[in-house]
């Protein structure tokens, strides 16, 4: 079984490249990469405004998170008069809906007119966005039928979502070099993110399927999967 859609997660998840524009030091994980990261591919769809969300100044997903708010992509949360983006937090399936949808340009419906899933109401905020991401076949709930929009979004889930996205082709892989993702339901999508260049996992030699993946790690792999995907793909090559 599996879903996905919107997570959580824990520190030292180490990413591929640095999520600096220069060369640095991957927080929390002490790993240095000299890689520097390609400029997005514009997008028509997307909708360019200035500024930064407040809490990311310092952070490590600044590049990542200032690109999708840039894009307007994700608009981040607000309090007295201040936005910010709350980047350790755990993201829920919901809110990973509504950045997909965004970054990949779907055609959002303004209103929804079924049910996208029996536990997702019509009117509830959310529903467009999974009713988008549904109708692309990139989610398809649990084995129960339901989509458990409050949930916070695991690691595999987000994965999975993400190379379908992708656009990458997904072979049936039944293995995994991570020592905890044999055996799980996602471990065709962890392998194929693996070897796709887009996730390493930690130093211990797992990946962590089931933890809750942050809203950092959702827009830093938002960012290097699906915006600047093309440009990746091109630089790895390189």
């Known amino acids: 079984g599996g879903g996905g859609g919107g997570g959580g997660g824990g520190g030292g998840y180490t990413l591929p490249f640095s999520e600096r524009?220069?060369?640095?030091?991957?927080?929390?994980?002490?790993?240095?990469?000299?890689?520097?990261?390609?400029e997005p591919i514009p997008e028509v769809c997307y909708v360019e405004r200035?500024?930064?969300?407040?809490?990311?100044?310092?952070?490590?997903?600044?590049?990542?998170?200032?690109?999708?708010y840039r894009n307007s992509i994700v608009d981040g949360k607000s309090k007295g008069g201040v936005k910010y983006y709350a980047p350790d937090e755990p993201i829920t399936r919901a809110a990973f809906m509504k950045l997909i949808a965004n970054s990949l340009c779907l055609d959002v419906p303004s209103t929804v007119r079924l049910k996208p899933f029996p536990d997702v109401s019509r009117s509830e905020w959310f529903a467009k966005y999974v009713a988008?991401?549904?109708?692309?076949?990139l989610v398809s709930g649990f084995k129960d039928g339901k989509f458990r929009a409050g949930n916070n979004l695991t690691r595999a889930e987000a994965l999975k979502v993400l190379m379908l996205a992708s656009g990458e082709t997904?072979?049936?892989?039944?293995?995994?070099?991570?020592?905890?993702?044999?055996?799980?339901w996602?471990?065709?999508y962890i392998e194929a993110a693996r070897k796709a260049g887009y996730v390493r996992g930690f130093r211990d030699g797992s990946v962590r399927p089931d933890v809750q993946i942050t809203r950092a790690e959702a827009a830093a792999l938002i960012d290097r999967i699906v915006v600047k995907r093309d440009a990746w793909m091109e630089y790895i090559a390189d």
């Open 21 to 38: 524009h220069t060369p640095s030091t991957i927080v929390g994980v002490g790993l240095e990469s000299s890689v520097e990261e390609p």
């Open 50 to 68: 200035s500024g930064s969300l407040s809490d990311v100044v310092t952070h490590w997903s600044k590049d990542s998170v200032d690109t999708l």
């Open 132 to 137: 988008a991401v549904k109708s692309e076949g």
């Open 170 to 184: 997904v072979p049936n892989y039944k293995t995994t070099i991570f020592t905890d993702g044999n055996g799980h």
């Open 186 to 188: 996602a471990v065709k």
